[in-house]
């Protein structure tokens, strides 16, 4: 399954909470996206998985504050090496029943460089101590790559890696404008998780860099953009530092392609996952995010142009109601650093906030 994704890892040193973020837009041909919870030998965590397939995981946190994510980067192969791939989403759910750490994420790999991963991958991880990373990673090797090293203490990925073996650069376009967006928040001292959501994830300014200049009756091309055609669904983990509790990390989890769907945040001490967004074969959020996009994308022989006027349409009913769950996610996690809050009180805000996104996109008229 090829994943075309954008992503990036943000060290503490540069956002404004002074505590890690981790971004994926996951970009794949498989449509039907949903959030789940997983139990496993004292290890709870919550991932993006291909709806009802529990074998994988393309992005997730654990109770221990680790987060991983990843970007296929094909360009990771040894010339001469019969190159094996496709096991991303394994390792991944494997990474996160067994570490702890960026650390213990090093370790798992040095352990099977011998006997080789079936991968070719960049894999972005942020721990619970403040540590944020990138491991460009093959079958037989890796190359580690820690953000607050990086001269603007952040890193950006998409589909190649800096230690490739080929210039190829797959993705090469959102790659760059991605580090542009980044660089552009970091002079206005604005990266924080509302931000890269709101102006990174939903971006797809290559095509208009003013996407405010379009007309309603323009349509654009989202092939080469951070949120494309391609897209199914973004995670943003909101980390924390050394010292603060590891349950509050927050998983900002977007089951749709960003332009046009909504965030919601969830924490795996809840002990489980919103009903709108794991349910039996598909989530209800995302199946009606795909109802969305396939209204912003009306023309089903130009499969990646959006319509800027349905696009409007939608992100104006839309963006009041996400600026809602970021203010009153910003006041719980204000009170919850102050007082830790149980799993039912955890459980119930999130289905709270769940249940404001799912109504505000059954509001949107698309017929």
């Known amino acids: 399954m090829s994943e075309e994704c954008t992503t990036g890892v943000f060290s503490g040193a540069v956002t404004n909470s002074a505590r890690p973020i981790l971004w994926k837009n996951r970009d794949s041909s498989f449509k039907d996206n949903e959030a789940a ?27 221990h504050g680790f987060a991983i994510m990843n970007a296929e980067s094909r360009d990771m192969a040894i010339p001469g090496e ?58 037989h090797e890796y190359f580690r790559f820690d953000a607050i090293d990086s001269d603007e203490k952040l890193l950006i ?5 800096y230690k490739a073996r080929s210039e190829e650069g797959y993705g ?42 379009a007309r309603d009756d323009d349509f654009v091309k989202t092939v080469d953009t951070i949120s494309r055609h391609r897209t199914v669904a973004a995670a943003v983990f909101d980390g924390v530092n050394s010292g603060e509790d590891p349950q509050l ?15 919601v945040p969830i924490w795996v001490s809840s002990g489980q996952v919103p ?60 009170k919850w650093r102050m007082h830790p809050p149980s799993s039912k009180e955890i459980s119930a805000f999130q289905e709270k906030m769940a249940k404001i996104a799912y109504r505000a996109a059954n509001k949107i008229q698309t017929r």
């Open 37 to 63: 919870f997983f139990s496993h030998d004292g290890t709870q965590f919550i991932g993006i998985i291909n709806a009802d397939d529990t074998m994988q995981v393309w992005a997730g946190v654990n109770n």
């Open 172 to 213: 090469k376009l959102r790659h760059d404008r991605a580090f542009k967006l980044a660089q552009n928040l970091i002079g206005e001292k604005k990266i924080s998780v509302e931000e890269l959501i709101s102006c990174v994830t939903r971006d797809f300014g290559l095509s208009k860099p003013d996407q405010r200049k």
């Open 275 to 334: 009903a709108e967004m794991d349910s039996v074969g598909f989530s209800p959020l995302n199946k009606r995010f795909q109802e969305l996009k396939a209204f912003a994308y009306p023309d089903t022989s130009l499969a990646n142009m959006i319509d800027i006027g349905h696009y409007r349409v939608i992100r104006n009913k839309i963006d009041k109601t996400q600026k809602i769950i970021f203010r009153q996610t910003e006041k719980q996690m204000k």
């Open 82 to 139: 019969e190159t094996l791939y496709d096991d991303e989403g394994v390792l991944m759910k494997t990474a996160l029943i067994l570490c702890k750490t960026v650390e213990d994420f090093e370790n798992l790999l040095k352990n099977t460089n011998e006997t080789g991963r079936a991968v070719t991958s960049n894999f972005g991880v942020i721990d619970a101590l403040g540590n944020a990373a990138y491991f460009e990673t093959g079958n």
């Open 249 to 263: 990390t927050t998983f900002w989890c977007t089951l749709g392609e960003p332009a046009v769907s909504i965030s």
């Open 157 to 161: 990925r998409a589909n190649f890696a």
